[in-house]
């Protein structure tokens, strides 16, 4: 590992692998009340499953969505905080029963608390499970409530710098390890493997990513798939967090990006490629990526993927495992942000801002601030 000189992002970033071991014990220490609560919940086949967060942790509710829809057999909805504590009966439901689950890091962001409150009066029948980094965060202490369960993450878990890392990779692991409860044991394989993977990728790609980031771009397109697209979302947020807003980013899902967002590439344009495991849908993505690498004007190109991509010349490629057949199935989201987030933070430190805290006018914040919440 690096000397970090203080920054407790590169840190974050670097320490997720180990904190995704704790996450899983954790969790496997939790699972006899986990397991009765998704019992109950997928006991009525009209419970109505929402995931629920703000900026990074609304993101992970985009990632696992269709994952958690798959496995449970439930109607399941990503929701932003943001989008619920304005227009809640757009999304809530007064019939049906419903599992709010919310992901925060410090849990006292007021959209938050507020998502919760509403949600609870608005609904006849809900549970929550609250996935948050912070003991002593608002949402947690709602944990006195007979319909609230809160899983509090290790302490690791609560990053100190400003952009999410490990809080955001440890809650979305936490998702995708308590809706398939009952393949807990079998799943332990799957974050060793990707624990492994991502040590691989912080070990043998940083040169690769100081180098792209050094480059002179202005803008990043960042395209994927599936629970990718939510891993492009985030991977966004990422860099333009980090990098003050200097880096201007967009994401899309392979085949969206041809209907006009196409034309954002310019040669200023850095292109981030998260390449599915399944092949089906990575012959959509190639023939997109093909074509881009035929026909367009950019800087540069990143292409993440677990096995090898020889049917392509990127300028740039991450590759997990050195195998042919993927092997990560939906833990693959965890890796592929890891070397997104590195990248992010190695622009920041080529624009001599501080990783910490790269606001430089204090726009933005670890907690957001300035929020009011009005009464209904």
Partial sequence: MPNHQGSYTEKEIYGQPELWRKTYQLVYSEKRWIKELFDK?????????????????????NTVEGIVQKELGLRTRAVATTDLITHPEYFLSKKNATLLISFARSGDSPESVEAYRISDQYCKHIDHLIITCNRDGALARKAVNNNTYVLLLPEGANDQGLAMTGSFTSMLLTALLVTGIDNLESNQRYVDLAATYSNRVLEQYMGQLKTIAAK???????????????????????????????????YDSFLGFRHGPKAVVNNKTLIIYIFSGNPLVYQYELDLAQSIEEKSNYLDTLGIRESDIPELALGNSILLNSQESPQLKQFFTLCAIIPIQALAYYKSVNLKLDPDNPSRNGAISRVVQGVTIYSR
């Fill in 41 to 61: 919940v997928t006991a009525n086949p009209a419970t109505e499953i929402i995931l629920t967060g703000a900026g990074t942790s609304g993101f992970i509710g």
């Fill in 216 to 250: 002179k771009f202005e803008r990043v397109v960042l395209l994927g798939s599936g629970s990718n697209l939510g891993i492009a979302r985030e991977g966004a947020l990422k860099i333009q967090e980090l990098s003050d807003g200097a880096i201007i980013c967009t």
